[in-house]
C-alpha cells in the first residue's frame, strides 16, 4: 500500500478467518480534506481486501482522524479508537460491513494505543496523554467506556512530586484480570534527555481504584457530524503481493517468576 499510509494502528482477527487492520492515511483522503484521515481494510481469509473505508470526524466529515487500534465487539462489528484532529479521544462503532453506528468524543485530548473490549461490555483503552500532567507532558493514560461509549472513569499518572515533572510515557497493552486490569508500557521519567526508559507495569481494579494513580472525571461529547467513505477499489488496485521470509530469528529463553498480584499493595 502506499508509502504515506499507516496501518501500525491496530489489528485484529475476524470470525471468518479474515483480518482487519487500522491506521490513518494520506493518500486515500476524502476530496477536500486537508488533514490525515483514519484508514479501516478488511481482508478476507486468502488476503484479498473485502471493503475498505475512511474516516473524517468533523466539517462534513472532512476533518482528521487517526485510527489508532480496533476490535472485534463480541454483539457484532467492530470498535475503533483514535484521535480526532482536534486531538481529543474518539471511539467509532461500525458494524461488520464498516457501516457507521455511532462515534463519541471525550473532551479529553490523548492518543489511544490500545483497545479492548472487557467482560462487563465495556471497553479498555491504553494509551498517553497530556491534558491531565501540570507540565502538559506525556503520562501513561488509561480510560473506562460502557458498552454505549460513555466515559466510565480516567486514570493518568500526573505526579511530580518524585523528582521527575518532565515524562514521556505511554501504555500499550490493556489486559483483564479476575480482578481487575493491568496494563503494560514504558515509562521516561526525566530531568534531563538522556534518561532511561523503562517497563511500566500498572494494576488496577474494575472501578479504576489503583496504586499511586489519579482518578479524574470527565463527560461525553457526541459526535454528529462524522463521515465513513468507501475506498474499496482503491485500495484494492495498491495491494501488493509481499515476498515471504522463511529464516527464523534466535530466540534466547528467558525464565521469569510470576508474582501473583492480588490487591494494590503488593
Known sequence: LPWNDYYQGGV???SDNGVITTGWSWSYRMAGA???QGIVVKFNSTGSVDWAKIIGIGSGGLGGFDAASITPVSSGGYMIAGKSGSGFLTLVKIDAT???QWAKQTNEGGFPNRIIETTDGGF???GTSPFWHPNNKLSRTQWKFDSSGNILWTKSDIDITDGHPNPFEQDYQPAETDDGYITAGFSHRHTDAYAETQLSL???KFDGTTCGSNTVAATDINITDILINDITTK???YLQTPAVVTSNPAITPV???PDNWTDCSQ
Open 255 to 257: 525464565t521469569v517468576t
Open 235 to 237: 485500495v484494492q488496485t
Open 12 to 14: 485484529a482477527a475476524t
Open 34 to 36: 486537508v488533514d490525515r
Open 124 to 126: 479498555l483503552v491504553a
Open 98 to 100: 464498516g457501516t457507521l
Open 202 to 204: 500498572q494494576k488496577f
